[in-house]
C-alpha cells in the first residue's frame, strides 16, 4: 500500500510519523519544504504522540462571566463567533507538549521524504492515480472547491494586558478568557515563555480563524486531516496522528 501526504505542516508530518510507526510506505508533497522558520505562533501538542517530549500543564480561566449566562454564549456575542467555540466544556486545566521541539523531531524524521510540488485539484486527481490513498492536510477548497471555507481575521497584539497581573498573577503556561464585552482583549495566552493577546480592535497583526464549513468528504480514499485539512478549528495537530493510525492500522 502507498499512501501520498499533502502538506508538511504539522498535521501532514504527524500523520507521516503515524504511516511510519505503522510501516506504511509513504511520500509527502509540499511547495516548500518544512523549516523551524515557519513555525509560529504559541502552539502545544495535547498529546506527545509517541514522541520524547517536554511537558507542561497549561491552564484556563475565564474572567468577565455575567451572572446568569453561559460564557460560550457570552463569547460568541462579544467576537461574533458560533455558539459552539471554545469556551464551550473549556477544561481547568491541559496537559500541554511543547510544539517547537515536537517539530524539530518531525522535520528530522520526514524532511526526506517531502518532494516539492504545488497542490491542485488537478494534482489530487493525478495523484489518486498512483496511490492507493492520500491524506489530505493543505486548505480543504484546493482540494474541493465547492467546500465552503470561511473565516475571520484575529487581531493579535504583542505582550500581555495592561493590568493582568493583578487580575490573575503571572504565571507561565496558562490561557485566561475575557468575555466581558466592555473589555478589548478576550484572549491572552503565556505558553512555554511566549506571550500574545487576541484583541477585538487594533492589534500589531492578523492570523485567520476557522469557521466550520462541515464537509463530508466523498472519496473514502481521501483522508482529511488537520484544522484546515478539515476546515474544522477544534481538529487539533494530534488528531493528525491518531486518525491516521485508526485508518490504516
Known sequence: ?????????????????????????????????????KVKGLHYLHDNCGLPLDWVTVHNY???????????????????????????DLPAFNTGYDFRQAMEILIGNHADKVRLLDITQEVVVYLLEDYDYIISTVPLNIVYPEADCKMLQQRVKKGRPEGIDKLIGLNT???????????????????????????????????????DANFYCPDNRMLLQGRYGKWDRKFLAHHSYYETIGRFE
Open 173 to 211: 503556561n496558562q490561557v485566561i478568557y475575557n468575555i466581558d464585552e466592555q473589555i478589548d482583549w478576550y484572549r491572552y495566552s503565556n505558553i512555554l515563555g511566549n506571550e500574545w493577546t487576541e484583541v477585538v480592535h487594533g492589534g500589531d497583526f492578523t492570523i485567520p480563524k476557522i469557521i
Open 62 to 88: 475565564v474572567l468577565g462571566v455575567k451572572e446568569g449566562e453561559l460564557p460560550h454564549m457570552q463569547y460568541s456575542n462579544k467576537l461574533g463567533i458560533p455558539e459552539n467555540n471554545s469556551l464551550v
Open 1 to 37: 500500500m502507498r499512501v501520498a501526504i499533502l502538506g508538511s505542516g504539522a498535521a501532514g508530518l504527524l500523520s507521516a510519523q503515524a504511516l511510519t510507526d505503522l510501516g506504511i510506505d509513504h511520500d509527502i508533497y509540499d511547495k516548500h519544504m518544512p523549516t523551524m522558520s
